[in-house]
């Protein structure tokens, strides 16, 4: 549903010493989101006018005005708010200049100036102000010609107008104005910049996978993969070749847990952690151990009272640790046994007594 153009901001007047900055805010609420312009003195202002400049931000135009001219910039300031839908509406403030000692009494001093910060993401950032005037004038900040949104929960002033900055993120960078404002006027401290510092670091591997897992045939595995970096890798698994098992719209940051149930098959699973400084890769085989084959081609010779030689063959891939023989001698019930193991032939020689 349509709605015509509504001022809910209006620029105020204001109050510059020659030479200073003037910024005007104004915003407006429609359907459609109104167009807002400027006017000086009835006469739409352009971008050709080098000092003065238009930013439009989440609703919010600032007319700046920089420097300010005694005789060329006092005048009435138009914000005109425009959809298409009824009539335009618009809001006016007058900026009154004021020459070297014409400055009236209570007009804002600003006795501590902000000065260039550079700090590492996620610390605490402090951009100083503090200003005289009477009354006692309320500051406020700009950022790069925007004013600062304070219902930002990082951002905070406290009681003598300084600006705090908690867990600070890249996008903190930028130029930094305290602006001290009360009903005789208004002053601004230059520009100044606040950098953010962000670690960047490739990912690696905190808690790899082990090489191998030597598992019984049926069994459960966890695994287990941590990756840390600046910024903080993605991390995914992978089954053998190309079978990926984490989903492309759910892949965990810095720590990815893989379950497998009823293992089968020896197979490799690969642990890859991503992020925009590179990819990382480490691969484990899980290996079954099953059952071994019986062993062929099983023969006996040197039968004597007292011993036999017992000789076979194996063809199986498992590596074997022990053989068992087991007999039993005609007419006992038990008997134990004592086998030794040729190291070339692997030939097995047996003693039983009777």
Same mark, same amino acid.
């Given at each position: 549903?349509?709605?015509?153009?509504?001022?809910?901001?209006?620029?105020?007047?204001?109050?510059?010493?020659?030479?200073?900055?003037?910024?005007? @805010?104004?915003?407006?609420?429609?359907?459609?989101?109104?167009?807002?312009?400027?006017?000086?003195?009835?006469?739409?202002?352009?971008?050709?006018?080098?000092?003065?400049?238009?930013?439009?931000?989440?609703?919010?135009?600032?007319?700046?005005?920089?420097?300010?001219?005694?005789?060329?910039?006092?005048?009435?300031?138009?914000?005109?708010?425009?959809?298409?839908?009824?009539?335009?509406?618009?809001?006016?403030?007058?900026? !009154?200049?004021?020459?070297?000692?014409?400055?009236?009494?209570?007009?804002?001093?600003?006795?501590? @100036?902000?000065?260039?910060?550079?700090?590492? #993401?996620?610390?605490?950032?402090?951009?100083?102000?503090?200003?005289?005037?009477?009354?006692?004038?309320?500051?406020?900040?700009?950022?790069?010609?925007?004013?600062?949104?304070?219902?930002?929960?990082?951002?905070?002033?406290?009681?003598?107008?300084?600006?705090?900055?908690?867990?600070?993120?890249?996008?903190?960078?930028?130029?930094?104005?305290?602006?001290?404002?009360?009903?005789?006027?208004?002053?601004?401290?230059?520009?100044?910049?606040?950098?953010?510092?962000?670690?960047?670091?490739?990912?690696? @591997?905190?808690?790899?996978?082990?090489?191998?897992?030597?598992?019984?045939?049926?069994?459960?595995?966890?695994? #287990?993969?941590?990756?840390?970096?600046?910024p903080m890798p993605s991390v995914k698994w992978?089954?053998?070749?190309?079978?990926?098992?984490?989903?492309?719209?759910?892949?965990?940051?810095?720590?990815n847990v893989l379950e497998l149930t009823d293992?089968?098959?020896?197979?490799?699973? #690969?642990?890859?952690?991503?992020?925009?400084?590179?990819?990382?890769?480490?691969?484990?085989?899980?290996?079954?151990?099953?059952?071994?084959?019986?062993? !062929?081609?099983?023969?006996?010779?040197?039968?004597?009272?007292?011993?036999?030689?017992?000789?076979?063959?194996?063809?199986?891939?498992?590596?074997?640790?022990?053989?068992?023989?087991?007999y039993k001698p005609k007419n006992a019930n038990?008997?134990?046994?004592?086998?030794?193991?040729?190291?070339?032939?692997?030939?097995?020689?047996?003693? @039983?007594?009777?």
């Amino acid at each position: 549903m349509t709605h015509p153009p509504e001022i809910i901001k209006k620029p105020v007047n204001q109050g510059v010493r020659v030479g200073g900055v003037a910024t005007f @805010f104004c915003a407006a609420r429609g359907d459609p989101q109104p167009t807002v312009i400027w006017r000086k003195n009835s006469k739409k202002i352009t971008m050709t006018q080098s000092r003065y400049t238009v930013y439009d931000a989440n609703g919010v135009s600032m007319l700046r005005i920089e420097p300010v001219r005694a005789g060329r910039d006092d005048a009435p300031y138009e914000c005109v708010a425009e959809n298409g839908v009824g009539d335009a509406v618009s809001a006016e403030a007058t900026l !009154t200049v004021y020459e070297g000692d014409k400055t009236p009494a209570g007009f804002p001093v600003i006795q501590q @100036f902000p000065t260039i910060r550079v700090i590492e #993401t996620g610390h605490t950032a402090v951009m100083q102000c503090k200003a005289t005037g009477s009354p006692p004038p309320k500051i406020f900040w700009i950022k790069d010609m925007k004013r600062v949104d304070m219902t930002n929960p990082r951002y905070s002033i406290n009681n003598e107008g300084s600006l705090q900055i908690d867990n600070s993120e890249e996008s903190d960078m930028g130029k930094y104005e305290c602006v001290a404002e009360n009903s005789v006027g208004t002053e601004h401290t230059k520009p100044t910049p606040l950098y953010v510092k962000v670690r960047r670091v490739p990912p690696t @591997f905190s808690r790899p996978p082990e090489p191998v897992y030597e598992v019984m045939l049926g069994a459960n595995l966890t695994l #287990t993969c941590v990756a840390v970096g600046s910024p903080m890798p993605s991390v995914k698994w992978r089954k053998g070749v190309d079978q990926d098992l984490t989903p492309e719209n759910d892949v965990p940051v810095g720590r990815n847990v893989l379950e497998l149930t009823d293992i089968r098959v020896s197979t490799n699973y #690969t642990c890859i952690a991503q992020s925009s400084l590179g990819v990382i890769e480490a691969t484990s085989l899980v290996k079954v151990q099953s059952l071994p084959a019986a062993p !062929t081609d099983v023969t006996i010779s040197e039968v004597t009272a007292t011993q036999v030689r017992l000789e076979w063959s194996y063809k199986g891939p498992e590596d074997l640790q022990y053989y068992v023989i087991q007999y039993k001698p005609k007419n006992a019930n038990q008997a134990s046994v004592s086998c030794s193991e040729d190291p070339i032939t692997h030939a097995r020689m047996c003693w @039983f007594m009777k």
